[in-house]
Every structure is written in structure tokens, then in C-alpha cells.
């Protein structure tokens, strides 16, 4: 079988492209490079001995997304390409629009030409809006109080994949609503690295920690939850990528439904504090933080009912926020690793402050962190 993942060196993408070469699928990658890196193809090979076929191309490049497909044939697509940075989309939400609409709107196109008749989309929890302190199905409302473009491209992508398919009975839609993707493959080679100033609460967190963001700001100790800080379900990468594995498998068989949606999360909440003080624990190092108020449309309690793909794609989330926070700093710790520093890479169950100064080493994660172009910022979760 083989599958074609747009946006598949991102992260959430190259761990899914990992899953799917360990169970022996094809996979092919398109992607324009915007907010990943091409060493990120190396490591897939490293980790599963297999280097898929790669186009570095934009998908707003419909002519070149035709030849693509004039030259191959896949059984499926995932479609992962797309911006996703709340806070910027708010600042830029023509570009939003433009980029994750226009480049869905070509690859629908593409795929209605060439017959490729199965489609899943990297969706978001933010399509439920302003529902708080629900466990959400998939039955939940969709729509109402979406408080920024991103989560409106989300919304509106999802309507034109439903009016595809239903113009359509052969056409399969997927759509996965994930909740908070932390973490990193466990070997220390992939996980999240943001071209640019992060916008999601782990990668903050691992700036943070090396030194390259001065502040982790936290908005709001006041919420009606356990510490007051807002709850999230966080759930392992590694968990997502396995998701669209199963839902690829259900996909391809003959039965399966036109439009099928899930909720990918865990159905736990985990408080941005808690997810803090768990990072301090793991890493032994405290974190510059500050409480401030709270940020105009965010929710106390955002988190999954995700029984409907336990039950239909026989998945479940497995790993803890633990084991998410040990990978995050395995892969931060591997290129101290790859400069012979002698670190165990496995998941660690040690301080990592503590293992610099056992070696009578300065902790390098400041220098390695940093990126020379940028200076000292704080930043929001
Ligand atoms: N990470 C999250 O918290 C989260 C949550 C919910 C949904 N999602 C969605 O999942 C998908 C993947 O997210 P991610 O975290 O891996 O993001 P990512 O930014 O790491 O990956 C997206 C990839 O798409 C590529 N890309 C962007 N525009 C492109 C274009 N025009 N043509 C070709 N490639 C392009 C980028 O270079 C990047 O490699 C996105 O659609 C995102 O909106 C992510």
C-alpha cells in the first residue's frame, strides 16, 4: 500500500511516516520545508532502515502537485500540510486561509483527477469551539465560538471534505480531531522543532529549558480547575501517529463509512502547571515562569471522549505525560549525546540536570537551544 503524506516531515507527520514504514506501507512526502527540516528525512531512515520518496513542494503549486500524481499512484493520502499557529493566525489570517484552504482545495482536486479515492485530515479539537469542561465526542457540537482563523480553516476544511464525499460514495473521508500532540519518538531523532517562535505549550517549555526563551508565561490561575491553571489532554505523538495508522487501516477495507470522524486524545486532562512542575520533576531543573491573566478566549477545560476510536479503530492511547516529557528531553539531549557527551539516549529516568554535573559537565542544552538569530523573548502558551 502505499500513502502519500503532505506536510510528512512536520511533526506530527514524520512520526506517522515512522508507524507506517514499521508495518511495512510505502510512504511518499510532500512538503515545502516551510516549518521542518530536511535532516528530518535522514532520521525516518535511521529509525526504520527505510528513506521514503520526497518532493520538496508547496501545495499551493498545483501544476506540480498534477505532475506528482500524473507519476504515481497512492492508495491513500494523509493530509498533514497546513499552518498551525494560533496566535499568528490571528495576525495573519489571509495567509491562514490562503494556505491551509487553497493547498486542501488543490490536493482534493488533484486526487478527484487521478481517482485516489481516500483521504484522511489532520483536524483539531478547536472545531468544537467554546465548549468547556466537556468530555467531547464526536457528536458535539461543531463550529460556535471558534475564536481564531486557524480553528475556522480547520471548520471549514472539514465541511468541504464532507461535501466531497457525499458528491462522491467511493470517496473516504477521515477526519481526526486531535487534542494536544506533546512529545517525541523515544529514539531521540524526530520530535517537534519549530522553524519559528513556538506557539504550543511543549515546545515553549523546551525553550525554556534550554535557555533560548526567557519566560514561560502562563495565563490565568483562576479557572475552575484543581490549581486554577487551564487542562488540556495532552497526548503522546507517538499515540497520534499509531491513531492514523488504525485509521488507514479501517479506511482502506471495502466497508468502510464515507465520512468517518474521530476524537484523538486521551481522555485525561492534565493542568498547564501540573505539566510544568512534572517537566521541573523529570528534567530536575526549575523553569522560569510567570502566572499573568488570563488571555481573551481560552478555556478552562478542554478535553476528549475518545471511545468512538477505541471501539471502531481498535486504538488507544498508551503513553503518560511522563513518558512524553522523557522523550522531549531525549531528543533535546541527543545532539549532546551525537557530540560524544556520554548520555544514555533511552528514555531517562534521572535528572538531566544532575547527570551534566555527575560528568563535571556545564550543561550544553543553553548553547545547543539556542538559535544565534534570535534574541531573549518571552513567550505565551
Ligand atoms: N501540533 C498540534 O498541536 C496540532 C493540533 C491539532 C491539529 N494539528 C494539525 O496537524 C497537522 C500537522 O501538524 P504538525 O504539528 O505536524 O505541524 P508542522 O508544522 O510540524 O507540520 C506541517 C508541515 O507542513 C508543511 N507545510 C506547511 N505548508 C505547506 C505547503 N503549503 N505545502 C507543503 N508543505 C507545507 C510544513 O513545512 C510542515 O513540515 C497540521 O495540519 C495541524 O494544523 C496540529
Redesign the pocket.
Known sequence: MRVLL?????????HTAVELLSRGFEVEI???????KLETLKNIKKITGKKPKFYK????NKSALDKIFRNNYYDAVI??????AVGESVEKPLSYYR??ID?TLNLLDIMKKYHCKNLIF?????VYGNQDGVKLTEKNQTGIGITNP?GQT?YMIEQILKDTACSDPEFKVTIL?????IGAHYSGLIG?N??DIPN?LMPIIMKVYTGEIKTLKIYGDDYKTKDGTGMRDFIHVVDLAKGHVSALKKSLKTNATNVAIYNLGTGKATSVLKMVKTFEKISGQALNYEIVGRRPGDLAKVYANPKKANRELNWQAELTVEDAIKDVLNYLLKPAADLKLKLPVARPHYSISKAFSLLGLKNPLVKLGAHPSRTQKSTSV
Open positions: 503532505t506536510g510528512g516531515l512536520g511533526f506530527i507527520g514524520s510532500i512538503d515545502n520545508l516551510k516549518n521542518s513542494t508547496d501545495l499551493l493530509h498533514f500540510a497546513g499552518l498551525k494556505t491551509n493547498t489532520s483536524s483539531s479539537a478547536t486557524y480547520k480531531r486531535y487534542f494536544n500532540p517537534e519549530p522553524n504550543n
